[in-house]
């Protein structure tokens, strides 16, 4: 009864030192430093709090087993400790049945637990709108980016980063680099393609990439809720020029976005951009025509 009482007065300031220092935690804190929070701030995207649960409930769980791991290795050493005046060594054990058994199940419960967490959230964010409210069509291509806005068919082409010969060392003419326009509050589609080689988009504030592969089409379903501008890069390396294959993804109100939409088409830029051009028809062995063809 007596280490009762003792276990539970020891318990009362451990949860109340807990609680205090939860309560100071900020937003980025809260959400295991991962991008895309603010104070104040709605997240980015309707999976972004999917994303960012797993991933720090994932840490505290690690947290914890580390803390018992270590704290029973210390025990350990300090209780079996060799005293002054002892030689020899001590009593050795064959093995301990319940203790081999509990590192036995509780791994596997650890290992479960993550694969079912896993798998419930991955099956969620990766589940396709049956109506979406827009369709848009990204294409990788070394090294920029194609945007095929499919429900209001129109479109832009992009080109990689151009270096700021007026800005600081390394900096990029921001103007230049492709962007892509979302309306806020919309269910969206966007269908991955790659022209050429494997790329791979990466919104890095949605906290979500997917590969873009030749041949293959892979699908990102996505609201996103909050009005911002937000940098995406591809995050497969592709080639020489890789790093400059940047984009912004721009979340405006849908009053902005129908306008943006008037201006494509005013530009021309009615329509879609192809994806029939496959670099592999170049490749010997193909039907690709020959110079003598040619002539």
């Known amino acids: 009864m007596l280490k009762n009482r003792r276990l539970r007065w020891a318990v009362i300031p451990v949860a ?141 082409q992009g080109i990689q980063g151009q270096p700021d010969l007026d800005g600081e060392r390394g900096a990029l003419v921001e103007s230049e680099i492709p962007t892509l326009v979302l309306p806020v509050g919309k269910k969206i589609e966007i269908a991955l393609e790659a022209r050429d080689v494997i790329h791979s988009f990466w919104v890095i504030d949605f906290l979500y990439k997917k590969d873009m592969i030749p041949g293959k089409t892979n699908y990102m379903s996505v609201v996103p809720e909050r009005v911002g501008t937000y940098a995406g890069k591809c995050a497969e390396l592709c080639g020489e020029y890789h790093s400059l294959m940047l984009f912004n993804v721009e979340v405006v109100s849908e009053a902005d976005y129908e306008a943006y939409v008037d201006s494509l088409r005013a530009a021309g830029n009615d329509g879609q951009v192809s994806n029939e051009y496959d670099r592999n028809s170049n490749q010997p062995g193909t039907d690709a025509p020959t110079a003598e063809e040619g002539n």
């Open 16 to 156: 109340a030192t807990l609680a205090i220092v939860l309560a100071g935690c900020t937003q980025a804190q809260l959400n295991g430093y991962l991008p895309g929070f603010e104070e104040g701030e709605s997240p980015v995207t309707n999976n972004t709090e999917r994303v960012s649960g797993l991933w720090t409930t994932s840490w505290i769980v690690l947290l914890i087993v580390g803390l018992i791991t270590w704290g029973l290795t210390i025990w350990s050493v300090v209780v079996y400790r060799r005293r002054k005046g002892q030689t020899g060594l001590p009593v050795q054990l064959r093995y301990n049945m319940p203790i081999e058994i509990f590192y036995t199940i509780v791994p596997l419960i650890l290992v479960l637990g993550f694969f079912a967490f896993t798998a419930r959230d991955q099956n969620a964010i990766e589940a396709r709108f049956e109506e979406p409210d827009l369709q848009i069509e990204v294409i990788g291509k070394q090294w920029a980016w194609d945007f095929n806005y499919v429900t209001d068919d129109v479109f832009t």
